[in-house]
């Protein structure tokens, strides 16, 4: 895989010798999360076929840079796309290609093929019945996720809405309400089409085409397993059947090399530059694949200790709700500069070569020592690793290991020592999830839009659902809490006598946590009740963020990170002033949100 900065945005080149190309148009915000490593794993099985392959973040999101405030989102999304094809056929030397687009990507890929000759295909993943379906869905989501966040805590004027912390503003949503995919394939000279639909196959009724052209050869299929992929970053599971299907239908479309155009190919660094910051794409070998970003600062200033993100669960390196893209600009503005990635088997980086334990595998930290190794390399001789949930278990360990890492924060750890018991909990919670999902698949309650309409019996089946759960949950954490008493009796637990070890050493540790989260029983569990005896270890400071979630989901949570942030890059003397409560979001900078 190699980098490309093309356009104001970032993207990720799978290499191929054929004559016709790909080029992927994915989802937005909490979709775009939970689809970005499906989209990446079909990328390399249709490069594998000889068709490369080029994924990208559009305007204002993922990678790329802006964000949401800009006016005509929509037209510069499609724009995008044009773009990517440009710079796919310019880099690779194909004729032509076929677009792949899934959810918003479905939307806006017949806009972009109707102005277009060299289209030869495209695929459509899960599309909306239309852009007022979508905007719909969307508010639903949105009422599901933010609305009961937004009821606990400050909310943000903002002249739009926020979806999983993902903000569309009004022009936005106005502007893809009135998107119609079926009525722009009339318009498209693709000659085939694939339509793999989220519950009933539509029936694609094709008026006569203004250009002319003949009508396209169309494939209708059900995206089998949709439901399971778009449920959650981390809990989701990959369709095999639909990356089966879709390979096999573009694979048919493939043209072998041969007579292409020379490429021009870009083989230097790529810079993508901002307000106040500068980034590279990076792929770090050494073993499977790290795809990430570097995120520098404008202009060179005071040397300073980097920043490296580790995923959050299976959330891909932009961060949920965007803010690890966003924090990594805030902090290249301070002086700060920073590398977030994705852990092999996350988000766009290759799989590890051997059979791991999902997200907890003691053996990742030799991978986060490999990035590590880089950043050595790239004139950072000492580090701070930042983690949330199982992102923190891994920043721990590779702290213990590596004594380049002079600064660690821990946001709403999990887990500190992988036993049985979490790896119950994990299946528990997977096994939970599935049992959700059935309440969104096609043709069981209208999907979204059916299992989250406010009616008596949707309110009834979540109350019922949160009261099953609770007695799992409390016997969880007792069988937790059982199989660490014996290191409790013999004095400090292994945790506690690691975090001492890291003081002693003079890493700085600020702990994270939102008030009310599950990771203060582990935190409990420990190190005594509230974690009293954090208190009495040296270079230890903790900082608690008022009506957030286990995500940092609202954007005052998010920016409550940054000034703890600059200085854990900047102050010698960090340890101790962060303090015990996060201040009020209008004091934090700077403000999250900008490009």
């Not at 096999?248 to 020379?262: F, P, Y």
């Not at 790290?290 to 404008?298: D, T």
């Amino acid at each position: 895989m190699r980098p490309l900065v093309f356009d104001g945005t970032i993207g990720w080149l799978h290499e191929a010798g054929g004559r016709r190309g790909v080029v992927i148009a994915g989802a937005h915000g909490f979709e775009d999360l939970c689809s970005r490593r499906f989209l990446m794993l079909l990328a390399g099985r249709m490069a594998a076929e000889g068709l490369p392959v080029l994924q990208f973040d559009y305007p204002g999101c993922g990678d790329a840079a802006g964000d949401h405030a800009a006016p005509r989102q929509v037209e510069a999304w499609v724009k995008s796309i044009g773009a990517a094809i440009d710079r796919l056929k310019r880099e690779t030397g194909v004729t032509d290609v076929v677009v792949v687009g899934f959810r918003l990507g479905a939307l806006l890929a017949p806009l972009v093929a109707a102005g277009r000759d060299d289209v030869a295909g495209l695929a459509l993943l899960a599309p909306p019945a239309s852009g007022r379906t979508y905007v719909r869905e969307m508010t639903a989501l949105s009422r599901m996720i933010d609305a009961p966040l937004a009821a606990r805590g400050p909310a943000e004027p903002f002249d739009g809405r926020q979806v999983a912390g993902f903000r569309l503003s009004s022009e936005t949503l106005a502007a893809l309400a009135e998107l119609d995919w079926q009525q722009a394939l009339a318009e498209a000279a693709a000659p085939h089409v694939l339509v793999l639909a989220n519950g009933t196959p539509p029936e694609i009724d094709f008026p006569r085409r203004k250009n002319g052209a003949g009508l396209p050869a169309v494939t209708v299929a059900e995206f089998e397993g949709y439901a399971h992929l778009a449920r959650d970053p981390t809990a989701n599971r990959i369709p095999e059947a639909a990356l089966d299907l879709v390979t096999g239908w573009i694979g048919h479309l493939a043209v072998e090399g041969g007579d292409r155009a020379v490429a021009s190919a870009s083989r230097g660094p790529q810079m993508l530059a901002g307000p106040g910051y500068r980034e590279e794409p990076v792929v770090i070998g050494g073993g499977s694949e790290i795809c990430g970003v570097l995120c520098r600062p404008a202009k060179r200033g005071a040397s300073t200790t980097p920043v490296i993100f580790l995923n959050a669960g299976a959330v891909p390196h932009v961060g949920w709700a965007r803010g690890t893209v966003e924090a990594a600009r805030a902090l290249a503005v301070e002086g700060v500069a920073s590398l977030r990635i994705d852990l092999p088997g996350i988000g766009q980086s290759a799989a590890p070569a051997e059979e791991r334990l999902f997200l907890y595998d003691g053996r990742t930290r030799r991978d986060v020592i490999r990035v590590i190794d880089w950043m050595e390399e790239a004139g950072f001789a000492q580090v701070g690793v930042v983690g949330a949930c199982s992102g923190a278990f891994q920043a721990l360990h590779a702290a213990r290991a590596d004594r380049r890492v002079r600064r660690l924060m821990m946001i709403n750890p999990l887990c500190f020592a992988w036993n049985s018991s979490y790896a119950l909990e994990l299946a528990v919670w997977k096994t939970y999830g599935t049992s959700k999902v059935t309440m969104l698949e096609p043709g069981k309650g209208d999907g979204l839009q059916g299992a989250v309409r406010s009616s008596a019996f949707g309110a009834l089946r979540t109350g019922l659902s949160k009261l099953a759960r609770r007695p799992v949950r409390r016997l969880l954490e007792l069988i937790k809490t059982a199989l660490a008493v014996p290191a409790r009796l013999s004095g400090r637990t292994p945790v506690e006598r690691w975090m001492r070890g890291l003081g002693s050493r003079g890493v700085r540790v600020l702990m994270v946590t939102s008030e009310g989260d599950l990771s203060l029983e582990e935190i409990a569990r420990h190190f005594g009740p509230d974690g009293e005896r954090l208190g009495a270890i040296r270079g230890v400071s903790r900082l608690s963020i008022a009506a957030a979630d286990h995500t940092l989901t609202p954007c005052h949570a998010r920016r409550a990170l940054v000034a703890p942030l600059i200085e854990f890059g900047l102050e010698d003397d960090f340890a101790g002033k962060a303090g015990m409560r996060a201040a009020p979001p209008t004091a934090a900078r700077p403000a999250l949100g900008t490009p």
